[in-house]
């Protein structure tokens, strides 16, 4: 499976934006989805997961709240809807895909990865 995320960009603090990984493939339903970002100077780190059917969901406890995961297998997409946006949520964010039900914050279990897609989120 082939994924690319977009829907980054530049916004304010406590503003919001909506990601999305689209994906090729017909089997994309067989796949748990994750969201994962990586600052500048850390290492990527686990934001939210789904499951293959979307019937569940996880969270790292500094999204909760705020970030919703969500999933169009019709359509083969995951979107992130992230509101209420912090500085310290800039990033590049990565969509990436793991044959299992899920959901997962297992990095290295992950397989396929996109592209990343820039959130910088200004104060």
């Known amino acids: 499976v082939q994924l690319q995320a977009f829907g980054g960009g530049l916004v304010q603090a406590g503003g919001y934006l909506r990601l999305s990984c689209a994906a090729s493939g017909r089997t994309f339903s067989s796949y748990a989805v994750g969201w994962f970002r990586q600052a500048p100077g850390k290492e990527r780190e686990f934001v939210a997961a789904?499951?293959?059917?979307?019937?569940?969901?996880y969270y790292a406890d500094s999204v909760k709240g705020r970030f919703t995961i969500s999933r169009d297998n019709a359509k083969n997409t995951v979107y992130l809807q992230m509101n209420s946006l912090k500085p310290e949520d800039t990033a590049v964010y990565y969509c990436a895909a793991d044959r299992s039900p899920g959901p997962h914050h297992v990095i290295y279990e992950y397989d396929y990865w996109g592209q990343g897609t820039l959130v910088t989120v200004s104060s």
């Open positions: 789904i499951s293959w059917s979307g019937g569940s969901t």
